[in-house]
């Protein structure tokens, strides 16, 4: 019998978030993105939640204990490309998640500060967000707060353009490396997004996409980052693809009918191959 070589292996993505059980967002959005984009997705739940396209019901913490175990079992055999982190709902939380990146030296992170669901229910406590700030801000990559996300964090509601660009200037000042803040939240038929990169602004603009299926495109747009940091892509490539990504997974899923609230993201709408990288 011939012995088979391996010769290759896939881009390797953690994302390290909540379950949701609709499926639309979280852990089950970003495995969607993830396999979407030809990677190979990895999961380290931090908490399940009972929800639906409605709302949340219920969040259960999984014990930090078993968060660790596994974001180190999966580490430790498989390796790690690139990390999502999404839901952190507790200061205990975070810091579990801030000392696995450490233990494991883990780069090419994104940090979504899920705080706000998109039905309004928040999903942190204050502790945790303090924490969040001064525990995993400087770790990640780039952090993709929404208007709602970057109002919490700086203290002020934004209103403009003008506002997004002084709350991005205000969480560099905080300690992120970069951060793309997402002003899909604001009036108007244009969707402006700003990516800050040291201290230099990055406006995309788009026509908004009309649809009532918008729940996760948060988690799916950062998931889709790390994907494509995975696979070798720069931060600002890596930003853009991304945003393609969502823009063509909502495009596809506008006219579906998901359950009676936000419906999800067609995250299938255009899968590509599981790509395969060359070993060593």
């Known amino acids: 019998m011939t012995a088979i070589v391996q010769r290759f292996r896939y881009p390797r993505v953690l994302s390290i978030a909540g379950s949701d059980s609709g499926g639309g967002a979280g852990i089950q959005a970003d495995l969607k993105t993830i396999s979407a984009l030809g990677c190979y997705g990895m999961t380290?739940?931090?908490?399940?939640?009972?929800?639906?396209?409605?709302?949340?019901?219920?969040?259960?913490?999984?014990?930090?204990?078993?968060?660790?175990?596994?974001?180190?079992?999966?580490?430790?055999?498989?390796?790690?490309?690139?990390?999502?982190?999404?839901?952190?709902?507790?200061?205990?939380?975070?810091?579990?998640?801030a000392a696995a990146i450490d233990r494991h030296a883990l780069t090419s992170i994104v940090l979504d500060p899920v705080m706000i669901a998109t039905s309004g229910a928040v999903l942190i406590d204050q502790e945790a967000i303090a924490v969040l700030v001064r525990e995993l801000f400087a770790k990640a990559d780039v952090i993709t707060p929404n208007l709602d996300e970057a109002s919490l964090l700086?203290?002020?509601?934004?209103?403009?353009?003008?506002?997004?660009?002084?709350?991005?200037?205000?969480?560099?000042?905080?300690?992120?490396?970069?951060?793309?803040?997402?002003?899909?939240?604001?009036?108007?038929?244009t969707v402006s997004d700003l990516l800050m990169t040291g201290g230099d602004a990055h406006w995309m603009r788009a026509t908004r996409?009309?649809?009532p299926n918008t729940h996760g495109t948060g988690c799916t747009l950062s998931s889709a980052i790390a994907a494509h940091l995975a696979?070798?892509?720069?931060?600002?490539?890596?930003?853009?693809?991304?945003?393609?990504f969502v823009r063509g997974a909502l495009t596809a899923g506008a006219a579906v009918r998901t359950?009676?609230?936000?419906?999800?993201?067609?995250?299938?709408?255009?899968?590509?191959?599981?790509?395969?990288?060359?070993?060593?």
């Open 44 to 97: 380290a739940i931090t908490a399940l939640t009972a929800q639906n396209t409605l709302g949340v019901r219920a969040i259960h913490s999984v014990p930090l204990q078993m968060l660790a175990d596994q974001i180190d079992a999966v580490v430790e055999d498989i390796g790690v490309d690139a990390v999502k982190i999404g839901m952190l709902h507790s200061a205990d939380t975070v810091r579990t998640v």
């Open 154 to 189: 700086v203290g002020r509601p934004l209103g403009n353009e003008a506002d997004m660009e002084a709350a991005a200037r205000r969480l560099l000042d905080m300690g992120a490396r970069s951060v793309l803040l997402k002003g899909g939240h604001l009036a108007g038929d």
């Open 209 to 211: 996409i009309d649809s």
């Open 231 to 244: 696979l070798g892509s720069a931060l600002p490539q890596a930003v853009q693809q991304a945003r393609d």
């Open 259 to 280: 359950g009676a609230g936000s419906g999800p993201l067609n995250h299938g709408y255009s899968p590509e191959a599981m790509r395969l990288e060359p070993l060593g």
